[in-house]
């Protein structure tokens, strides 16, 4: 499969702005073309050949090498293609995207998809704070697509998210799941506190105890079926669950009664008898 | 989705019968509040000022400020935001789980208490502090409180304000505001607003590095920052304009002496309620006022070639 | 010195009607003729006396407390990248100040009139209007719910009333009064509402919500402030509020008043499942009596925020909207609530609003009495009036939208039976001469010799919508600000206010009332004169009664 692979000529000190560094802009463009596209720096405009060495052109899958940790906004709004990253991805990788497939090596920085309505974010790596959430102010987080991450994620996971799937293998920070009002979170080591606070709809399953917000109310100890639907479709991402956890039972705690909301978190209590 | 409900000092002066302080030490941090805004003074319909109002103190440790309160409740420390959510299921009746209400310090009964008396209240008020919006959680315990307030309002008069320190910080707020849309956390390297806290505002901006270079005003943030941050302003030039040595301008490249503003120089300031107070200096200053030195370094920056090209793309819609 | 030349001229204040003549104008003003300068050609293009706004939110701590309520607008709003001329800022609902004025100046704009203005704050709107470039201000201050007023109206000093109110025009550096929700306002200061006009307001023994509004737009008339009371109704927003609107009406018989969004108040039904249009009720006996004008606050579908003094009326949208809550109440003055709203075409009782709006505007026959407004930005923003002016001139257009509504609301409506269309000469009327003269502006809103040259010059071309949405020419005190829709200068506006007489022994019955009541110094109350950009006092008719 042919690609046009970019690779970092160094680490910028300011954070690169590089909007336009996504599948439906640069699939249609010559290699000059894509090489003289605007990044930004700080209040300066530079371009695309400025930081990075450009080979290949006309697809619409693209890589990138080197530390990207400090490039922002690649992959906004994408919809279709795909973006592999060998090393680490910056800021608002994937805000706002409607489809196609990103997989980073390294690790991804905070609003990893942000407000997405639809196709694959694959961390290999950590990822920051507000994975999947609304930007501040809007009512709404991610509306659909998927978001795995191998590693931990920080603070506001999946934040008023509204549809779609967040699984997280490493441990997550507080907040996980904070207003949410529909979709699912899958937090295979657990969250530190106030995960679902305010939660209005939605699932988060737990396969690790968790500190319970004081406004959710516990209730019967069940094997809920429809967990062996995500475990075929985590798998065909090539993310893999135990198998325990998907035969064992759960606590379903419902909440948040301050709101009042009627999202539930399911935790893990044991193997199915 | 909550919001934020509020009211200017007059109308505690004149109304509340219910003060909460909560995470803030008003009798040490904020001296003229009790006399002058909430607790003593004798209000339009509060006529026998202090035997008319209830005061209650919520915070982790008894400070100075509980010996004014009726009721102090000591919560534990970064339990704010569920004591918060907890109170928010009480006052519509909703069901709690008493065993981990109790982690936060209080009992089910004393909060149950807490919700009847801010229900009950003709004219109820919080006023939040740093021990709230600066402990874990952040900006969502001002979030949680916030939201208590305006929820509040189904059932009586209720109203919630921080209690801002820092000179003119309301003021940098509300000017702000007025000039880019928002109150702070603003990037405008793209030619135009763009606002993101976590991203823009200038703690993480500093901790993360990245900036090329400082401009402090009104401020000293060399004092109260963490390292990391601190340590980004003695990496890259930083300039400092203030009427006097700080932590700040002994880490500065360069430190322009000002004058200070109302005392040597005339302006407004914007009290915690966001009423504008004319300043009168009642002195003259050697010293250029904060206003002209960043008027003449503007009209000299703006004399270079512009870095930008005339048109600009925006960051798309979407 | 400059010439407009080739273009035909609506100037309906002097009886011009799309006549091809020339306007021409030095040092600001307009001139019979002059003899050297730029000539613009306007062959081919429509000129209008700058636009007038009379009612309007777009300064002051109501729309800058709104400002911060809504980042998920502004990201999604249109930004303003700065140029060497222009600075930067962003548009949508709540435009930032400078944006404010480029917005204005781009639909040919020049004079905007900032509705509600407390006492306490003015200080912080005339700092806003000071950045708002382009276009010429005026105020109005609200008076209804303020305290002190009201204890000399219950203990029947209205000598001192007058006196007292025309101090606070004066503090606040306004230029007419409004009253919203009279009474209603502090009532909500203890969570309760002004529903019927005369019911005692709460803390007062003697007087009502009508009390208040005739003696009101007594003293306006008594102090003969260029513009009359400029009164938001009791009831805004409410089904079967039109009973409300008409008692109100009949209260200001013998005065002159202004009303504001009158599509707010023009509602039947009991509830919102019965809601219905009341327009032709309001309408005919609006028709029926000159002493009043008024402006539209048309609704247009999509986002915005509602921004409102009316504290009670802001706690019930968003009991209904479940979303954000904005709300401060102002010490012994007024209050004001703020909710992001979205108007939806699919929804019945947005659906009537909207009709409502237009209806208003269609059934109240004499132009120069109804006003184009929004009041911005409680129906939609200003930016958007060029899309009402086409609902307005194209019956056509129009049905096709009324298609687009819910086939419910078309027996709540009456929009469906009207055919009127609006010709350009009644549109530079609603949009310039008419307010200015409802204003008492006598400057503004018309090409006359000696008016001040703000001039807008459109194309003449049939989509009303395009036309005014991109004037090709704005002029403002004689520059040239707008050139093929780009902001080309920047001027500073003038800020228009009045200083009706008082006694000045008022200041000392104040004074200690003041000091009882509020939290700062008396000394700094009143906004400083030199705080206020090219101050422009306008005579009152009633220099010292």
Sequence with gaps: MSQTIFTLKQRPDVPLEAEVLTPDVVASLSHGEVASLPLFMGKRQFRVDDFFEVNGSGTDNLVFHGDCGRVKWIGRAMSHGRITFSSHAGMHLGAYMKGGIIKVGGDASDWVGGEMSGGLIHIHGHAGGQTGAAYRGSMKGMKGGTILIE?????????????????????????????????????????????????????????????????????????????????????????????????????????????PGKGEILVWSGPAH | MGGKVSCTLGEVKNRADLIVYWGGNPAECHPRHFTKYSLMPKGRFVPNGRKDRTMILVDIRETASAKAA?????????????????????????????????????????????????????????????????????????????????????????????????????????????????????????????????????????????????????????????????????????????????????????????????ISAPGTAYRMDEIPLPLKPPLKSPYPTDEEVIRRIYQAVAKKPPLMPPVRPKVPRV | ???????????????????????????????????????????????????????????????????????????????????????????????????????????????????????????????????????????????????????????????????????????AKAYGVKAVNPGGVTAWKWGKDANTLYELVPGYNKITPAGIIQSLARIVDDLGLPHPLHLHCNNLGVPGNYATTLETLKLVESNRAHIAHIQYHAYGGNDWTTMRSESTRIADYFNAHPNLTADAGAVLFGNTVTITADGPWQHLLYKLTGRKWGNIDVENETGCGVVPYVYKEKNLVNAIQWAVGLEMLLLISDPWRMSLTTDHPNGAAFWRYPEIIELLMNADFRREQIKKLPPKVLERIILPELTREYTLYEIAIITSAGPARSLGLRQKGHLGIGADADVAVFNDIKEARKMFAYPRYVIKGGEVVIEEGEVRKTVEGHSLLTQPFHDPKIADFIRPLFQQYYTMSFDNYPVEMERLEHPDVQPCTQANS
């Design chain 1, 151 to 259: 590693g931990s994620a920080g603070i506001e996971l999946g934040m008023r998210m509204r549809r779609g799937l967040i699984a997280v293998r490493g441990p997550v920070r507080d907040f996980a799941g904070l207003q949410m009002k529909g979709g699912t979170i899958l937090l295979m080591s657990g969250a530190e506190i106030r995960t679902g606070a305010w939660m209005v709809r939605g699932t988060i399953i737990s396969l690790k105890p968790l500190k319970m917000m004081p406004t959710f109310s516990a209730g019967c100890v069940y094997n809920p079926n429809f967990l062996r639907l995500y475990t075929k479709s985590l798998a065909e991402h090539g993310f893999t669950t135990p198998v325990d956890a998907w035969h064992g039972v759960y606590r379903r705690y419902t909440g948040d009664t301050s709101v």
């Design chain 3, 1 to 171: 010195m400059l010439r407009i030349t080739g273009g035909k001229v609506y100037d309906p204040a002097n009886g011009v009607n799309g006549v091809i003549r020339d306007v021409c104008i030095q040092d600001g003003r307009i001139v019979a003729d002059v003899e050297a300068g730029r000539t613009i050609n306007a062959t081919g293009m429509v000129v209008f006396p700058g636009g007038v706004d009379v009612h309007t939110h777009v300064a002051g701590a109501a729309l800058n407390f709104a400002r911060a309520m809504i980042p998920e607008d502004h990201l999604h709003s249109e930004p303003f990248v700065r140029t060497a001329i222009r600075r930067g800022g962003i548009s949508g609902a709540t435009p930032t100040t400078y944006v404010t004025g480029y917005l204005y100046g781009g639909l040919g704009y020049t004079t905007v009139n900032e509705a509600a203005v407390p006492i306490l704050s003015a200080r912080h709107t005339h700092e806003e209007l000071r950045d708002t470039p382009i276009v010429d201000k005026s105020t109005c201050v609200l008076m209804a719910n303020n305290e002190i007023l009201l204890d000399q109206l219950e203990a029947g000093e209205t000598e001192r009333a007058r006196h007292f109110l025309a101090w606070c025009v004066g503090a």
């Design chain 2, 70 to 262: 009726d009721i102090f409740l000591q919560v534990r420390p970064a339990k704010d935001f569920e004591m918060i959510t907890v109170l928010r299921a009480l006052i519509k009746e909703q069901p709690v789980d008493t065993k981990l209400v109790a982690e936060t310090g209080l009992t089910l009964e004393e909060l149950t208490d807490f919700a009847q008396r801010l229900k009950k209240a003709k004219f109820g008020v919080f006023f939040f502090g740093m021990g709230l919006s600066m402990t874990r959680g952040k900006h969502m315990n001002s979030a949680a409180l916030l939201t208590l307030a305006a929820e509040l309002n189904a059932f009586t008069k209720f109203v919630a304000m921080p209690m801002r320190g820092h000179g003119n910080v309301t003021g940098g707020d509300v000017i702000m505001r007025w000039t880019t849309g928002y109150p702070f956390g603003v990037n405008l390297a793209r030619g135009y607003p763009r606002f993101n806290p976590g991203e823009y505002s200038t703690i993480d901006l500093l901790i993360r590095g990245d900036t090329d270079a400082v401009l402090v005003l009104g401020a000293d943030p060399g004092a109260t920052m963490p390292q990391p941050a601190i340590d980004h302003m003695v990496r890259v030039p930083t300039i400092v304009l203030d009427p006097k040595v700080t932590h700040t301008s002994k880490i500065a490249r360069v430190h322009i002496t000002t004058a200070v503003t109302g």
